[in-house]
């Protein structure tokens, strides 16, 4: 199993920027991708952004253009760099894995205020 603790979570103000860290207890580069999501109170937890062994990337539409998804496998760690930031970016951000086997951190507070 694979322990995930994310970081760089707080609070900002809308327009500012954020970048979010998720360090893995193992490497990153056994897992078919990995992937960040996110959930506010009183939402469904949705996808944010994911990056594949590959270093393919997806987004959500609602994020495109201002988040960026990036991994260093030598740290075995993912980052999520979000700029632009609005107060609809509120939310517990997630880290997970994607296979053989999936695994979830315990996410950090990012609360962007108008």
């Known amino acids: 199993q694979v322990q995930l603790v994310e970081s760089g979570g707080g609070s900002v103000q809308a327009g500012g920027s954020l970048r979010l860290s998720c360090a893995a207890s193992?490497?990153?580069?056994?897992?078919?991708?990995m992937g960040w999501y996110r959930q506010a109170p009183g939402r469904q937890r949705e996808m944010v952004a994911t990056i594949s062994s590959g270093g393919v990337t997806h987004y959500a539409d609602s994020v495109k253009g201002r988040f960026t998804i990036s991994r260093d496998n030598a740290k075995n760690t993912v980052y999520l760099q979000m700029i632009s930031l609005k107060p609809e970016d509120t939310a517990v951000y997630y880290c997970?894995?994607?296979?053989?086997?999936?695994?979830w951190g315990q996410g950090t507070q990012v609360t962007v205020s108008s």
């Open positions: 997970r894995t994607y296979g053989p086997y999936d695994a």
């Open positions: 193992r490497s990153i580069f056994s897992f078919n991708a």
